[in-house]
Structure formats: C-alpha cells, structure tokens
C-alpha cells in the first residue's frame, strides 16, 4: 500500500462554501483536470507551508 502509512490522505475536515467559491474551485479543477478535493487539500498544503515559513522567518528575525 503506502511506504510511509502517515502519507494516507484519511483525515476529514468538511468545510462550507458560497457559491462563487466554489464555482472558481469547480472551474480550477476542471483546468487542471483535477478533482475538486485534491486541488483543495493542494491549496491548503501551500497556504499552510507559506504560513510556516513566514512564521519561522518571523520568529528568527526577532
């Protein structure tokens, strides 16, 4: 299965949307031929990576 089980996607979270969001979310994944909840997960993962570093590059100039 997986190499490493901590990489299995099997966390929920459900979250609500107005219906532009979610409209550009549908028109995103169809582009990227994608489904809507990878280009989600995808999304959150960078906004969370970029949080991290901005934190980080805050805690150590200070």
């Keep these: ?3 490493n089980p901590k990489h299995l996607h099997d966390r929920e979270i459900k979250v609500r949307l107005d219906e532009d969001t ?5 028109a995103l994944a169809k582009f990227h031929r994608t489904q ?3 280009l989600c ?3 959150l993962e ?6 991290a570093a901005e934190d980080s590059a805050e ?3 200070a």
């Design 1 to 3: 299965m997986y190499a």
């Design 22 to 26: 979610f409209d550009l979310i549908q």
């Design 36 to 38: 809507r909840a990878v």
């Design 41 to 43: 997960r995808e999304l």
């Design 46 to 51: 960078a906004q969370l990576a970029a949080l």
């Design 59 to 61: 805690h150590n100039a």
